[in-house]
Nanobody
C-alpha cells in the first residue's frame, strides 16, 4: 500500500512563500507511468487541481498559480515539491498530494492526508 505524506503547510502573510513536500512510502516513482499532483480544497468548495507533473517531468499548472508556483520531483527521494511564492489569501486551502499510477491497464489513485495553507491579508 502506498502512502503519501505531506508536509510544509502553515500560516504566512500575503506575498510570502511556502514549500510543500510529498513523500511516497515506496518507489511508485519507479513505475513508468505515474503523475504526481497537488490539489486544494477551500472551505465549502470542491477539490481542484493546482499542478501536476508526469514521470517524464512535464508540468501543468492552473492559470491562477502559473508563474507563482513551481512543481518539481526528486525521483531518488520519491518526493515532489510545490514551491509557492507570492501567496495570496485566495490560496488558502487544504492542499492534498495525489499520485495517479498506471500499471499495465490498471489505474490507482492515491491521496495524502492534506496539509493546511493559510494566507493572511
Amino acid at each position: 500500500q502506498v502512502q503519501l505524506v505531506e508536509s510544509g503547510g502553515g500560516l504566512v502573510q500575503a506575498g510570502g512563500s511556502l514549500r510543500l513536500s510529498c513523500a511516497a512510502s515506496r518507489s511508485i516513482f519507479s513505475i513508468n507511468s505515474n503523475t504526481m499532483g497537488w490539489y486544494r480544497q477551500a472551505p465549502g468548495k470542491q477539490r481542484d487541481l493546482v499542478a501536476r507533473i508526469t514521470s517524464a517531468g512535464t508540468t501543468n499548472y492552473v492559470d491562477s498559480v502559473r508563474g507563482r508556483f513551481t512543481l518539481s520531483r526528486d525521483n531518488a527521494k520519491n518526493t515532489v515539491y510545490l514551491q509557492m511564492n507570492s501567496l495570496k489569501p485566495e490560496d488558502t486551502a487544504v492542499y492534498y498530494c495525489n499520485a495517479d499510477v498506471w500499471s499495465g491497464a490498471s489505474r490507482t489513485l492515491y491521496w495524502g492526508q492534506g496539509t493546511q495553507v493559510t494566507v493572511s491579508s
